[in-house]
Nanobody
Framework: QVQLVESGGGLVQAGGSLRLSCTASGRSVSRYVMGWFRQAPGKAREFVAD????????SVAGSVKGRFTISGDNAKNTVYLQMNSLKPEDTAVYYCAAGIVGTGRYDYWGQGTQVTVSS
């Protein structure tokens, strides 16, 4: 079992920055792919970014490319989402997720953290 706890959400003006954190407990995250997803009101959940601890490969959605960066600290079992140049359309609940490498799915989810970007 893996428990994920997100933090760092809040209210920010357009153009501002936030850094979300997701700390995992229960097992080392080194065997997992860690992902960030978001869900805006009335919309489906969408992929934002992910990274594999092994090799540190990352990917980000086209809608946030160049503005958001995913990174991790293995020693702290923590993954981060640095969000810059925020736009009102980035407003959503952001979720951290973990999945075993190679399965193609995320088995563990955090409770989510609200990000609100005002215009």
């Amino acid at each position: 079992q893996v428990q994920l706890v997100e933090s760092g959400g809040g209210l920010v003006q357009a153009g501002g920055s936030l850094r979300l954190s997701c700390t995992a407990s229960g097992r080392s995250v080194s065997r997992y792919v860690m992902g960030w997803f978001r869900q805006a009101p009335g919309k489906a959940r969408e992929f934002v970014a992910d990274m594999g601890w092994s090799g540190g490969s990352t990917s980000v959605a086209g809608s946030v490319k160049g503005r958001f960066t995913i990174s991790g600290d293995n020693a702290k079992n923590t993954v981060y989402l640095q969000m810059n140049s925020l736009k009102p359309e980035d407003t959503a609940v952001y979720y951290c997720a973990a999945g075993i490498v190679g399965t193609g799915r995320y088995d563990y989810w955090g409770q989510g953290t609200q990000v609100t970007v005002s215009s």
